[in-house]
């Protein structure tokens, strides 16, 4: 049986206005076709190094985890972007709720993990305020070793552990490129334990790299199912990959601007933010690969079921017609419970489970879309756990260079983010950047007059 199944029904124009005939999805997969060959040939050529990750050994890793078990009340994971939202989608899938608030024992000695993202100075004193210095292990990870909010929260932290530790490089291990980038000659020059990020892997395609498996491991998670998992994601010989290509590249062509991510399910709320980087950052561009401009991508959007049933769900059935969704359900929830009812107003839930509960609300909403010709496409999980996991990181990882390649656009550049960080740098004196601040004061130009 597989552990991921694609209905894609409610695509098909069977079932909405505007969907699609078997003959479009047909001919919209030989362009996903073109898009995973460039891709291959891409990774033949020694690019895309994503696609080999699943082949890795893990043994350096689990050694490495295995010599710091039990040694430390908490793991602080210092990164951002490709560098965070993957340990953090791999944690919240795995650990249970309210892990960090369990005791070393029941937390089977394994750390309490915490991610040092965003440079809020609330969020970095409240995870110091919990930690102890002499009890807390560090893992910095950028794949580039420029990363400014890594760099500066590894700056604090750093400082903070040096107060009361002696001898701090046995408690940091740095993930980040072989040779390059001032992490590694950080790393090399203080003595770290280091992890390697192969050059072609790219910051966003590197959750299932050390940037992901170490934290994962030093948790105590089972990162060989992460990677059996991802490497099933293409043994359909690449139908699952393929159909799901051909669906949004359809509805893109169609004017879905938007492409919603709605997992019914709190333990993976965290992978449709990690979807919601792969998917902006590799396809949202304004030039193909020859230079040509376009406008070319769409919005990607997270959503909780059942939680957005209360929020947004009111727009997308009677708002604009600009969406395509994605649904993940969960065919077996963890730790299920009956409900029992408390006054006979609510009898009717007698019987059911939370999590089939959580499952006819779902098709509650798939119904309601399909009503009004909203176009939604169905990801079934037996249940979450790592291969599971590591099987959804590795089909969208294929899905959206196969896209962006079909439409010669370069999935693994990100040259609009780049221009923000060069102008964060030359205002925070960074050398090399004095002629990108004149550039910065002339285009950052404000009138009062329009400030109230």
């Known amino acids: ?110 750390p309490r993990v915490w991610v040092a993202d965003n440079v809020d100075p609330s969020k970095i004193n409240s995870i110091l305020s919990e930690c102890q210095p002499e009890d807390t292990f560090v893992c910095i990870i950028t794949k580039s070793g420029s990363t400014v909010e890594t760099a500066a929260n590894f700056g604090v932290i750093y400082e903070w552990l040096t107060t009361k530790v002696k001898n701090p490089k046995k408690q940091i291990c740095a993930i980040t490129d072989p040779e390059k980038g001032s992490l590694r000659a950080m790393a090399n020059d203080k003595g770290f334990v280091s992890f390697d990020v192969q050059p072609n892997v790219g910051g966003r395609f590197s959750v299932l790299s050390p940037v992901g498996l170490v934290p994962a491991a030093i948790l105590g998670l089972d990162i060989d199912k992460l990677l059996q998992g991802a490497m099933s994601a293409n043994k359909d010989g690449y139908e699952q990959i393929l159909t799901l290509s051909a669906i949004y590249m359809y509805f893109m062509d169609k004017g879905k601007n938007i492409n919603v991510m709605m997992p019914y399910s709190s333990r993976l709320i965290s992978f449709a933010d990690w979807f919601c980087q792969l998917w902006g950052e590799s396809l949202g561009k304004s030039k193909t690969k020859n230079g040509q401009h376009i406008s070319f991508g769409t919005t990607p959007v997270r959503a909780t079921g059942t939680i957005d049933q209360h929020s947004q769900v009111q727009l997308y059935k009677e708002g604009p017609n600009d969406k395509v969704f994605t649904f993940i359900e969960v ?48 990801i079934s999980l037996d249940i979450v756990d790592e291969y599971t996991i590591g099987a959804l990181f590795m089909l969208w990882q294929y899905i959206v260079p196969v896209i962006g390649l079909a439409y010669d656009i370069d999935p693994f550049d990100q040259p609009g983010v780049e221009e923000g960080k060069d102008y964060a740098y030359s205002m925070l004196g960074r050398k090399g950047y004095d002629s990108t601040k004149d550039i910065l004061t002339e285009i950052y130009k404000k009138q009062n007059d329009f400030i109230v």
Request: one cysteine or more; a positive charge.
């Open 331 to 378: 065919l077996n929830h963890d730790k299920d419970k009956k409900i029992v009812s408390p006054y006979e107003a609510y009898d009717y839930l007698n019987g059911h489970t939370l999590g089939k509960l959580c499952n006819i609300e779902l098709m509650g909403t798939e119904a309601a879309l399909k009503t009004a010709d909203r176009p939604s496409v169905k």
């Open 1 to 110: 049986m597989k552990r991921i199944r694609v209905d894609y029904n409610y695509v098909m124009d069977k079932y909405i206005a505007g969907g699609l005939s078997e003959e479009q999805l047909e001919e919209y997969k030989e362009k996903a076709k073109l898009g995973l060959s460039r891709l291959l040939r891409m990774y033949d050529n020694g690019d895309a190094g994503f696609i080999g990750l699943p082949s890795q050994s893990t043994a350096p890793l689990k050694k490495f985890a295995k010599e710091i078990n039990g040694k430390f009340n908490d793991l602080i994971v210092v990164g951002i972007g490709g560098s965070s939202l993957g340990v953090e989608t791999v944690c919240n899938a795995m650990l249970p709720f309210g892990y960090n608030a369990r005791s070393f024992a029941e937390r089977g000695c394994f």
